[in-house]
C-alpha cells in the first residue's frame, strides 16, 4: 500500500508529547502532503503536524488485537511508541511485568512482591520451550538449562538495568532456578545447591546499600558461574566481582545508608555476644548517620543477620572467622568516629577526648599509639634519607577514610574468596552456566570516573549484544533460504577505541598518574590535544575546561575529570598497612599481606586478580591529594577494570548469550506505576530499542505456513485452497492482496513480512469479516420479520378461539350450579331429622349402661381381693422354702470345689511328670482300662439303686398324696435308665478303639525300635568323626587366639606410633605458629626500630629543625648488609642436618634388610611370629628416633625463644630454620633408593590380611554353632510351651474328649518326630556323602605322596545303602486318604526359588487367562501351611520374603505400568485373604462354612496386615507416578492446543518466540495429540487394571487422581499462557471436558469423584466465556467461580486478550471490582495460591473384598515352574 492509502481518515497514528512522550491520535482528514491533520483521543484536541517528507510522518498503531501481546516482535508496525504503549499495556492492566523482545528479555519493577517465583511456577516452566509460556525469568533459565543439556554449550545469563530496577532479583531468581532443577534427586536440595543460595544473603549483606533509587541496590558488579557435571546437576560455582563501591563506606547522600552489614550488627549491639564490640546504634557513628536514614520500611536487620551469620555457617566459614571479620567492621565503624584538630604549624592530631582509637586499636590487635602518630603524619622518601611531614586536618580526615576503604575491600575481598573456596568442587566440570548482574548505563548530574568505567563496560556489553542479534537474525534468514540485504546497525567500536586504545583515554589516564606532579587539569587537556575533532565521539563543553563529553551509544555523557587521577591511584599511605601487618591476630595481619590473591583451586589465575578491582569514591574528598609517602598498586583500577572486562567478554564470547533488561517503572518505588519518560530512557540505554531497530530493519513479522492459512482463511476462496500444499496458497492470497515482492519472502517453513504488512492484512480480515457479519445480519433480520408476522397471525387465530369458548364453558357451569343447588337443600333436610332422631337414642343407652356396670364393678372388686390374698400366701411360703435350699446347695457346692481344686492340682503336677516320661503313653492305656472298669462296677451300682427302687413300689402306690414326687423320681428312673444305655455304647466303642490303638501302638513300638538302632549307629560314627572335628577345632582356637595375642601386641604398637605422629605433628604446627608470631613480632621490630633511630636522630642536633627537614642515614655503619650473619648460620645448620639425616637413611636401610632376613627366615622356618618381633624391633628403634627429635624441638625452640630475646635486645638477628623444611627439601627419592621399604609394608600388609582371614573364619564357624544351638534350644522351649497348653486344656475337658484328644495329640507327636527323624536322616546323608568327599580327596593326596592306604569304604562309615530301612519309614504309618486341604507344602530351601518365581521374575503376561491374584493365593496357600505345621520362622521368613521381594521387583520396574498394577493386585489380594482367613468375626461372616474351616489356626498376623497394606500404598503411589509420567506430555497438547472444534479458534500473530504448537507438530509428521489421543491413553489403563483384577473402588480413586492431575496441568498451564486466554478457547475447553465427562460414563465411573475435580477448569472455561463488563456480571462471576481462588480469577482476567476485534478487553477497573468483592465474599484468610499443586495425591483405602474362591479348588499351571509344591 502507498502512503496516501496508509495515512488516510481513521488511520490511527502517535504523535510526540512532551510529557507521555508519546499519545495516541487519529487522522482527521486524508494526507495530502506537506501537512496532516490528527485529532488527540484524549480530549479530541486537533493538531495540524507539519511533514517536510514522508519519513517525517507520524507513526502508525498497530491493530487493537496485537496490543499487549508476550513478544514484542510480534507487533506489525515496530517503533518506540510502539513498544512503549505494549509495555504500559501489560504492566498496568495485565500486571505483567516481564516482555520479551526477539531475545532479549524486559523486566519491569514491579515495586511489589508477586506470587510468581515459588517451586510450583518453577516446575510449571521445567522443560517447557520458551515460547510456549508467558515470559519470565524462569523461562530464560530454563532455555539456557535445555541448551546447556542438549548441545553441551556453555551459558550465560546477562542481566542490566540502572540502579532500581531489579537486577540483584532477577539474577537471584535465576540461581535459584538453576539450584532447583539442576539439583540432586528427591523433593530436598543438595548441599552444594544450598552453598550456592547461601551467597545471596552475604553478598547482599556487604555488597548492598539503600541508595535513594532502590532500598537493596548492589554497588557491585558480580558474574557467578555455576559448574555442572555430565549428570546436568550442580557441582559448584565461582564468583567474580567488579568495582566495588568504597566510598560508600566513608560516605552516604541524603536518604541513602551505608552496606547493610553495618546497620545489621548495630541492631544487635545490646547482645551479650556483641559486647565486646562496643557498639551502639546506627546514629552513633558517623559512618551510618551521613544519610539519616537508618531503616528500611519491612525489614528487620536483626533477622537479616542472623540469616548472614546461617548463610556464613553453611559456606564454612567458622565462628572464629565470623568474630573476627565482625571485630574488622566493628573497627571500621568506631575509625570513623576518630576526630582530629589543629596543631601549630599547619598540621593535626588526635583529639585528647577521642576515645574511638583505643576501641579499634584493641579490636584489629594493633598499636594504638603508632596508629595514631602515624594517621596525622607521613613519610616523604627521597634517595638516602625519610622525612616525616605532619598532615593537615582535611589530610588527616582524607587519609582516614582512604585506610577505611581499603580495609572494607580488603575484607570484601576476603569473604569473597571464602565464598568461591566454599563453592569449589575437585569433580570435573563439564559445563557452566553464567549470571552476570552487572550496572546499566548511567547520566547524572555530576559524572566521574565510577560512571565513565560503568558506561564503558556497558559499551563492551552493548557491542556483544549488538552483533549476536545481527548474528541471530543473518541465521535465521539463511535458514530460510530468503534473499537479504546486509542490515545497517550501530556499531559503537569508534567509541570503545576512544576509550580503551592507545592513547586513549584510559592510557592517557595511565600516563598521567606516572608523572610525579601530575592533575587532572593537565590529564583534561592531554585529552582535548589528542581527541578533539578528531574523535566523533569526543567532545568538550562550552563553558568549562575540567570536563569532556563522550558520545555514548545511548547518550553523550559530560564527565567532570576532579578525582579521576586519585581514584584511579586508589593510593593507601605504607605506614597504615605496616601497622595492621604488625597486628596480633592473624586473621588482621594476613589481610594485609602482600601476596597474590588465590584461586580456590590454589593456583593464581589471571582473570581472578583482575576481577578485584575497587571502586573509587563517588565525591571527592577536601583537601590536595597525598604523595609523598603513599603505597600505589602495580596496576591503577583503570587497568585492572579494563582487564577483568576483556576476560570477562572473552568469557561471554565463548558461551551462547541470554539477556534480561531490567527497567525502572518510576522513581517513586510505587507498585505498578509507569512514567514513559523515565521507561523510554532505559529502553534506550539498555539496547532494546536498538534490537527493534535492526529487527524492523528486516522482515519483522514471521507466520508459518499452517498458523498464516488458519489466520487468513477467511481471504481466500474455495477453489484458491490446496491443503495438502498450504505454501501454494498463501503465495496464491498474497500475490492478490499485496502488489509489492519486496513486502514479503517466502521461506522454507514460515513466510516472512516487512513492517506493516502484518496490519494491513489484519485490516483486510476485519474487513471481510464485517462484510460477512452484515451479510448474515441482512439475512437473520429478514428471518426474524418474518417469523414475528407468522407468531403475530397464530396469536389472533387462537385468541379468537380462546374467547368463545370461555363464553360457552360460563352458560355450563350456571345450569350446573342450579342442579346442584337443589340437590343439596334436599339432603340437608333429611339429615337435620336423623340428627335428631340419632340424640334421643344415645341418652337412653347411656343411662341404661351406668346402671349395669355399678353394679358389675362391686362383684369384680370382691372376687379380686379373694384371689390375690391366696396369691399372696402362695409366693412368701415357695420364696421361704427356696430360700433355705439354696443355701444349703451353696454350701455343698462350695466344699465339692475345694475338693475337687485340690484333687485337680495333685492330678495336674502328676500328669505334668507324666508328660515327659517316655512311658506316658502306656499308662494312658491302663488308665482307660481302669476307667472302663469303674464304669462297670458304676452300672452295677446303678442296677442295685434300680432293684431297691422297684421294692419299694407298693409303699409308693401307699403314699399317693406324693404323687408329685413320685412323679419326679420316675422322670429321674427313665433319664438314668438311658444313660446306662448309652454308657453301655460308649465302652463297647472305647474297647474296640483300644484294641485298635494297641495294634497301632505296638507296630509303631516296632519301627520305632528298628529305626532308632539304626540312628544310634550313624550317631555312634558322626559322634566319632565330630571327636575328631572338635580336636582339630581346639588347635585351630590356641593358634587363633596367638594370632589374636600377637595381633593386640601389633595394635598397641601401632597405638603407640600413630600417638607419636600426632605429637610430631602438634609439635610442628605449634613450631609453623611461632614462625608466624615471629614474622608478626618481626614487622613490629622493624616499626619500632623505625621509630627509635627517628628518636635518637633527634636530641643529637642541636640546631633546631624544621619538620620538613628531620631526616637520618638509612645506610648501615660497617657497609656490611644486616642478614649477611643470619644467611650463614642457616647455612651451617643446614649442612649439620642434612648429614644427620643421611646417617637416619642409612639405619633406614639397615632396617629393611633386617627386615628382609626376618620374613627370609620366616618362609624357611614358617616361625609366624618371627615377623612381628622384627617389626616390634623396628618400632622401638622409631620410638628411640622420635625421642631423640623431640629432644631437636626443644633444642630448636630454645634457641628461637633466644633469637627473640637477641632481637629485643639490638642483637644481630639468627634465621631459624626447622628439620621439616630441610626435610622438605631434601629429596625424599634417597630414603628408598632400592624400594626396600615398599617390599617390607607389602609382606607384611599379606601376613596380616592372611590371620585375618583365618580369624573371621574360625569366628564365623563359632557364630553358625551358637546359631544353630539356640535356635535348637528355642525350639524345644516352644515344645515345652505346646505341651503344657495342651495339659492344660485336657484338665479343662470332659475325660472322654480329653482321651480322644491324648490319642490325637499322641499321633501327631509321632508323625512330627518321624518327619524330623526323617530331615535329621537326610542331613546326616548330606554330610556324610561330603565328609566320604573330603577323606577321598585327602587319600588321593597322600596316595600321591606316596603313602599307601587302605579302603576308606571298610573304615566302617555308613553308605546310602546301610540307610535302606529309612526309606520305607514314612509309608509305615497308616494313613487315611484325605482331600486337599487348600493348602501348598515346601521346603525351607525352596522358599528363595518360590519368592523368585512367583515375584521377582513374574512376568504379568504369565498371568492372562488365569484367576486374577493367583500368585497371591499360591503365596497364602503356603503360608497357611506354615501354620498348619506351627512354624513360626517359616511364617516369618516367607512373608519378609514376598514383601521384600516385591518391593525390589517394583522398584525395579517402576517405569513398567502393567508389571505394578499386576504387583499391586496381588499384594491386596495378600492383604485380603489374611483378613479373610484370619479367624476374626468382622472379616469372616461372609464366608462359607468351608472357607471358615481354611482359617489361620496358630498365628495372629494382623502386624503383617498393616505391613501388607503399606507396601500397597507404596506401589499404588509409583503406578500413580508411572501413569501420571505417560499422562503429562499429553494433557497441555490435547486440552488446550489442539483445535478440537473447526473454525472456532485461529492463531495471532506471534513473534521471534514463536511457540511450538501442535500445528507445526503435525506439519512435521509428528504424531498429532488430541483430546481422543488422551481417552485413548484412558481406556488402555483401565483395560490393563481390569485384566490385572483390581478392585473397583480401587480402580476409582485412581482415576479421580489422572483426572485431578489434568485439571490441575491444564489450568497450571493456561494462567501461564495468555494466548489461551479468550473466548474461543474458553469453547474448546468446555468441549474437551464434555468428551471427558462421556468417557467416564460410559466407563461407569461417574461415582468415581472424576467429575468433581474437573470442577476447576468447567469454571475456567465459564469464566472465559461469560460478559465481563457489569456489576451484575461481577456478581456472576463471584457465584460461579466457587472452585477456583481470587488469584487464579484475577489472573485470568488480567490474561483475557480478545482474538478479533469484535472481542473487547477487560477493563482494568472491572478486574479491581472483582477482587475486592471476592476478598470482601471471601475474606481476608483465602489461601492465595496461583497454581494448583500436580503433586498433590488423594489419601487411598483399600476396601476390605473378601474372595469366593475355595482354595481347594486352585490349581497352579505347570509353566510358572513351580513344581516344588506339593498338595497337602
Not at 1088 to 1099: A, C, T, Y
Amino acid at each position: 500500500m502507498t502512503t496516501k492509502e496508509l495515512y488516510t481518515k481513521g488511520a490511527r497514528v502517535w504523535v510526540r508529547d512532551p510529557e507521555e512522550v508519546w499519545v495516541g491520535a487519529e487522522v482527521v482528514k486524508n494526507y495530502e502532503g506537506k501537512q496532516i491533520v490528527v485529532a488527540l483521543e484524549e480530549g479530541g484536541e486537533e493538531k495540524t503536524l507539519k511533514v517536510p517528507s514522508d519519513k517525517d510522518l507520524p507513526p502508525l498503531r498497530n491493530p487493537d488485537i496485537l496490543v499487549g501481546e508476550n513478544d514484542l516482535t510480534s507487533l506489525s508496525y515496530l517503533h518506540e511508541p510502539a513498544v512503549l504503549y505494549n509495555l504500559k499495556v501489560r504492566f498496568l492492566q495485565s500486571q505483567a511485568i516481564y516482555t520479551y523482545c526477539g531475545i532479549v528479555l524486559v523486566a519491569i519493577n514491579p515495586y511489589e512482591e508477586l506470587p510468581i517465583y515459588g517451586n510450583d511456577i518453577i516446575y510449571a516452566y521445567s522443560g517447557q520451550n520458551m515460547g510456549d509460556m508467558d515470559p519470565h525469568v524462569y523461562a530464560i533459565a530454563e532455555e539456557a538449562y535445555s541448551k546447556m543439556c542438549k548441545f553441551e554449550q556453555n551459558q550465560s545469563i546477562i542481566v542490566t538495568g540502572e540502579s532500581g530496577a531489579g537486577k540483584t532479583v532477577s539474577a537471584k531468581y535465576a540461581m535459584r532456578y538453576f539450584a532447583t532443577v539442576g539439583g540432586g534427586s528427591g523433593e530436598s536440595e543438595t548441599h552444594m545447591e544450598k552453598r550456592v543460595l547461601a551467597s545471596n544473603p552475604i553478598m547482599e549483606a556487604i555488597g548492598n546499600a539503600k541508595t535513594i533509587r532502590n532500598d537493596n541496590s548492589s554497588r557491585f558488579g558480580k558474574y557467578i558461574q555455576i559448574g555442572f557435571n555430565r549428570q546436568n546437576t550442580i557441582i559448584g560455582a565461582n564468583m567474580r566481582t567488579y568495582l566495588l563501591e568504597k566510598s560508600r563506606v566513608v560516605f552516604q547522600a541524603s536518604e541513602e545508608r551505608n552496606y547493610h552489614i553495618f546497620y545489621q550488627l548495630c541492631s544487635q549491639h545490646d547482645q551479650p555476644e556483641y559486647k565486646d564490640l562496643k557498639l551502639n546504634d546506627a546514629d552513633y557513628f558517623l559512618y551510618t548517620n551521613q544519610g539519616e536514614s537508618p531503616v528500611i520500611d519491612g525489614v528487620d536487620d536483626a533477622d537479616q543477620l542472623d540469616d548472614t551469620k546461617e548463610a556464613f555457617s553453611l559456606l564454612g566459614i567458622s565462628e572464629t572467622h565470623q568474630t573476627m571479620i565482625f571485630r574488622v567492621l566493628a573497627a571500621i565503624l568506631h575509625f570513623g568516629n576518630v576526630d582530629f584538630i589543629e596543631t601549630e604549624n599547619e598540621g593535626s592530631k588526635v583529639s585528647p577526648e577521642d576515645d574511638s582509637l583505643p576501641i579499634v586499636a584493641q579490636l584489629l590487635g594493633i598499636d594504638g599509639s603508632q596508629m595514631k602518630k602515624w594517621l596525622c603524619n607521613r613519610k616523604i622518601a627521597t634517595v638516602n634519607e625519610v622525612m616525616v611531614k605532619p598532615l593537615t586536618k582535611p589530610q588527616a580526615f582524607h587519609s582516614r577514610d582512604a585506610l577505611v576503604k581499603h580495609i572494607y575491600a580488603q575484607i570484601f575481598d576476603w569473604i569473597v574468596d571464602k565464598i568461591n573456596f566454599a563453592l569449589h568442587t575437585t569433580q570435573k566440570e563439564n559445563s557452566f552456566i553464567g549470571v552476570l548482574d552487572i550496572y546499566g548505563f548511567e547520566m547524572f548530574d555530576w559524572n566521574s570516573f565510577e560512571q565513565f568505567c560503568i558506561n564503558y563496560a556497558n559499551e563492551k556489553l552493548q557491542q556483544q549484544f549488538t552483533q549476536h542479534v545481527f548474528k541471530l537474525e543473518q541465521e535465521e534468514y539463511v535458514r530460510e533460504q530468503i534473499e537479504w540485504s546486509f542490515i545497517d546497525f550501530y556499531d559503537n567500536q569508534p567509541c570503545i577505541d576512544l576509550i580503551e586504545s592507545k592513547l586513549g583515554i584510559l592510557d592517557l589516564l595511565d600516563e598521567e598518574c606516572k608523572m610525579p606532579k601530575g592533575n587532572d587539569a593537565n590529564w583534561c587537556l592531554k585529552l582535548y590535544d589528542k581527541h578533539l575533532e578528531k574523535s566523533n565521539h569526543f567532545a568538550k563543553p562550552r563553558t568549562s575546561r575540567t570536563a569532556f563529553i563522550v558520545l555514548h551509544f545511548a547518550d553523550k555523557v559530560e564527565y567532570q575529570v576532579q578525582g579521576f587521577l586519585e581514584k584511579n591511584r586508589d593510593m593507601v599511605i605504607e605506614d597504615h598497612l605496616n601497622i595492621l601487618k604488625a597486628s596480633q591476630f592473624e586473621f588482621v595481619a594476613a589481610l594485609f599481606r602482600e601476596k597474590e590473591p588465590a584461586s580456590p583451586t590454589g593456583k593464581h589465575t589471571k582473570d581472578y586478580n583482575k576481577a578485584r578491582s575497587g571502586r573509587g569514591s563517588i565525591r571527592s574528598m577536601t583537601g590536595p591529594p597525598l604523595k609523598g609517602g603513599l603505597k600505589q598498586h602495580k596496576q591503577t583500577v583503570g587497568s585492572q577494570f579494563r582487564d577483568s572486562l576483556t576476560s570477562l567478554m572473552k568469557t561471554l564470547n565463548a558461551t551462547n548469550p541470554h539477556y534480561i533488561r531490567c527497567i525502572k517503572p518510576n522513581d517513586s518505588k510505587t507498585a505498578f506505576e509507569f512514567e514513559p519518560k523515565r521507561a523510554v530512557e532505559q529502553l534506550r540505554a539498555c539496547g532494546v530499542l536498538e534490537t527493534i531497530r535492526i529487527s524492523s530493519a528486516g522482515y519483522p513479522s514471521r507466520w508459518s505456513y499452517p498458523e498464516f492459512f488458519t489466520r487468513y482463511r477467511v481471504l481466500m476462496r474455495q477453489k484458491e485452497i490446496d491443503k495438502s500444499n498450504f505454501k501454494h496458497t498463501c503465495e496464491t492470497v498474497l500475490n492478490k492482496y499485496i502488489n509489492d515482492d519486496d513486502k514479503y519472502q517466502f521461506g522454507k517453513t514460515k513466510i516472512f513480512f516487512r513492517a506493516g504488512q502484518v496490519a494491513y492484512l489484519e485490516k483486510l480480515r476485519a474487513d471481510k469479516l464485517r462484510d460477512c457479519c452484515i451479510l448474515m445480519q441482512k439475512i437473520v433480520r429478514g428471518w426474524v420479520a418474518k417469523r414475528k408476522y407468522q407468531k403475530i397471525k397464530k396469536s389472533a387465530l387462537l385468541l379468537q378461539c380462546q374467547i368463545r369458548g370461555i363464553l360457552a364453558r360460563r352458560l355450563a357451569n350456571f345450569l350446573k350450579r342450579t342442579k346442584c343447588a337443589t340437590k343439596i337443600q334436599k339432603m340437608w333436610r333429611g339429615f337435620r331429622q336423623w340428627r335428631r332422631y340419632q340424640r334421643l337414642r344415645a341418652l337412653a343407652i347411656v343411662a341404661q349402661s351406668y346402671a349395669r356396670g355399678q353394679k358389675s364393678r362391686k362383684i369384680y372388686r370382691q372376687l379380686v381381693r379373694q384371689v390375690k390374698a391366696v396369691i399372696i400366701q402362695k409366693h412368701i411360703r415357695g420364696w421361704l422354702a427356696r430360700r433355705w435350699y439354696a443355701g444349703k446347695r451353696k454350701q455343698i457346692i462350695l466344699v465339692q470345689c475345694c475338693i475337687r481344686r485340690r484333687r485337680a492340682r495333685k492330678e495336674l503336677k502328676q500328669l505334668k511328670i507324666e508328660a515327659r516320661s517316655v512311658e506316658h503313653y502306656k499308662k494312658l492305656t491302663r488308665g482307660m482300662e481302669n476307667k472302663v472298669i469303674s464304669l462297670q462296677q458304676k452300672l452295677d451300682e446303678l442296677n442295685k439303686e434300680n432293684k431297691n427302687f422297684k421294692e419299694k413300689a407298693p409303699k409308693i402306690q401307699e403314699l399317693e398324696a406324693k404323687v408329685a414326687t413320685m412323679k419326679v423320681l420316675e422322670t429321674e428312673a427313665k433319664t438314668s435308665t438311658n444313660k446306662i444305655t448309652d454308657l453301655e455304647e460308649e465302652i463297647a466303642r472305647l474297647r474296640k478303639e483300644l484294641e485298635d490303638t494297641r495294634k497301632e501302638k505296638a507296630s509303631l513300638e516296632e519301627d520305632t525300635a528298628i529305626y532308632k538302632a539304626t540312628q544310634e549307629q550313624v550317631v555312634g560314627m558322626l559322634k566319632a568323626e565330630n571327636t575328631k572335628l572338635q580336636e582339630s577345632l581346639k588347635e585351630a582356637e590356641e593358634k587363633v587366639y596367638r594370632l589374636e595375642e600377637s595381633q593386640k601386641n601389633k595394635e598397641q604398637k601401632d597405638m603407640e606410633n600413630s600417638q607419636l605422629a600426632v605429637d610430631y605433628e602438634e609439635e610442628r604446627a605449634h613450631h609453623q605458629k611461632l614462625l608466624n608470631d615471629y614474622s608478626r613480632l618481626e614487622q613490629r621490630y622493624e616499626n619500632l626500630q623505625e621509630e627509635m633511630r627517628l628518636l635518637s636522630s633527634l636530641p643529637g642536633n642541636k640546631v633546631k629543625r624544621t619538620p620538613s627537614n628531620v631526616s637520618y642515614d638509612m645506610k648501615s655503619d660497617d657497609g656490611l648488609h644486616p642478614n649477611s650473619a643470619h644467611r650463614d648460620t642457616n647455612e651451617i645448620d643446614r649442612d649439620v642436618l642434612l648429614k644427620s639425616y643421611e646417617d637416619e637413611n642409612q639405619k633406614l636401610r639397615a632396617e629393611v634388610l633386617s627386615l628382609k632376613e626376618a620374613f627370609l627366615h620366616f618362609e624357611e622356618t614358617k616361625d609366624e611370629n618371627a615377623p612381628i618381633r622384627a617389626l616390634l624391633n623396628q618400632v622401638n628403634v622409631l620410638n628411640e628416633e622420635n625421642e631423640k627429635h623431640r629432644h631437636e624441638v626443644i633444642n630448636l625452640k630454645s634457641k628461637l625463644a633466644n633469637t627473640k630475646r637477641d632481637r629485643q635486645t639490638g642483637g644481630v638477628s639468627i634465621g631459624v630454620s626447622t628439620d621439616f623444611e630441610l626435610f622438605k627439601k631434601k629429596d625424599p627419592e634417597l630414603l628408598n633408593e632400592d624400594g626396600e621399604l615398599q617390599i617390607a609394608y607389602l609382606s607384611q600388609k599379606q601376613t596380616i590380611q592372611l590371620l585375618e582371614k583365618q580369624l573371621q573364619a574360625e569366628r564365623k564357624n563359632f557364630s553358625l554353632q551358637e546359631n544353630e544351638l539356640k535356635e535348637e534350644l528355642e525350639r524345644l522351649q516352644k515344645d515345652n510351651h505346646r505341651q503344657q497348653k495342651i495339659i492344660a486344656q485336657n484338665l479343662q475337658a470332659t475325660p472322654e474328649t480329653r482321651t480322644s484328644a491324648n490319642l490325637q495329640h499322641e499321633i501327631n507327636r509321632l508323625t512330627n518326630e518321624n518327619l524330623e527323624l526323617k530331615e535329621q536322616m537326610e542331613t546326616y546323608e548330606k554330610e556324610n556323602r561330603k565328609l566320604k568327599k573330603q577323606l577321598k580327596l585327602a587319600a588321593k593326596r597322600l596316595q600321591s605322596r606316596g603313602v599307601e592306604l587302605g579302603d576308606i569304604s571298610s573304615s566302617g562309615m555308613g553308605t546310602p545303602e546301610s540307610y535302606s530301612t529309612t526309606s520305607a519309614f514314612s509309608g509305615a504309618v497308616p494313613r487315611k486318604d484325605h482331600v486337599f486341604m487348600g493348602m501348598f507344602a515346601y521346603k525351607q530351601e525352596d522358599e528363595p526359588k518360590l519368592v523368585r518365581n512367583l515375584v521377582m521374575d513374574f512376568k504379568p503376561q504369565m498371568a492372562e487367562g488365569y484367576l486374577p491374584g493367583l500368585p497371591a493365593y499360591i503365596i497364602f496357600m503356603c503360608l497357611r501351611h506354615a501354620d498348619y505345621t506351627n512354624d513360626d520362622m517359616k511364617v516369618k521368613s516367607l512373608l519378609s520374603g514376598v514383601v521384600n521381594g516385591i518391593k525390589k521387583t517394583a522398584k525395579k520396574r517402576n517405569d513398567d505400568f502393567e508389571s505394578i498394577a499386576f504387583f499391586l493386585v496381588n499384594t491386596c489380594r495378600v492383604m485380603h485373604n489374611l483378613k479373610q482367613y484370619s479367624g476374626e468375626e468382622i472379616f469372616s461372616s461372609q464366608n462359607t462354612n468351608k472357607q471358615n474351616g481354611y482359617c489361620l489356626r496358630n498365628f495372629d498376623l494382623s502386624e503383617y496386615r498393616q505391613v501388607t497394606n503399606d507396601l500397597a500404598v507404596h506401589i499404588y503411589q509409583g503406578m500413580i507416578r508411572a501413569m501420571e509420567k505417560r499422562l503429562q506430555t499429553m494433557i497441555v497438547p490435547g486440552m488446550l492446543e489442539h483445535e478440537g472444534i473447526a473454525g472456532v479458534m485461529s492463531s495471532k500473530p506471534m513473534g521471534m518466540r514463536g511457540r511450538t504448537s501442535s500445528v507445526s507438530a503435525d506439519d512435521d509428521g509428528q504424531r498429532r495429540i488430541t483430546i481422543d489421543t488422551i481417552t485413548k491413553q484412558l481406556s488402555i489403563y483401565l483395560a490393563v487394571l481390569h485384566n490385572q483384577g483390581l478392585d473397583p473402588q480401587i480402580v476409582m480413586q485412581v482415576f479421580k487422581q489422572l483426572f485431578y492431575l489434568i485439571t490441575a496441568s491444564t489450568l497450571n498451564n493456561l494462567v501461564l499462557r495468555k494466548e489461551m486466554c479468550h473466548w474461543s478457547k474458553g469453547m474448546q475447553i468446555r468441549y474437551n471436558l464434555s468428551e471427558l465427562e462421556e468417557w467416564l460414563r460410559s466407563n461407569r465411573l461417574m461415582e468415581s469423584g472424576a467429575v468433581e475435580t474437573l470442577e476447576p477448569l468447567v469454571q475456567v472455561s465459564q469464566l472465559l466465556q461469560v460478559n465481563k463488563k457489569s456489576d451484575q456480571d461481577i456478581e456472576s462471576i463471584c457465584e460461579l467461580c466457587t472452585k477456583l481462588s481470587t488469584q487464579q480469577i484475577v489472573k485470568i482476567l488480567n490474561l483475557y486478550t480478545p482474538v478479533n476485534e469484535f472481542e473487547s478487553r477487560v477493563e482494568a477497573s472491572f478486574v479491581r471490582k472483582v477482587q475486592e468483592t471476592l476478598r470482601k465474599a471471601r475474606g481476608d484468610n483465602e489461601t492465595q495460591k496461583l497454581l494448583m499443586d500436580t503433586k498433590f495425591s488423594f489419601p487411598v483405602t483399600f476396601p476390605y473384598n473378601p474372595s469366593s474362591v475355595e482354595l481347594d479348588t486352585i490349581t497352579i499351571p505347570e509353566h510358572w515352574n513351580l513344581g516344588f509344591l506339593e498338595k497337602v
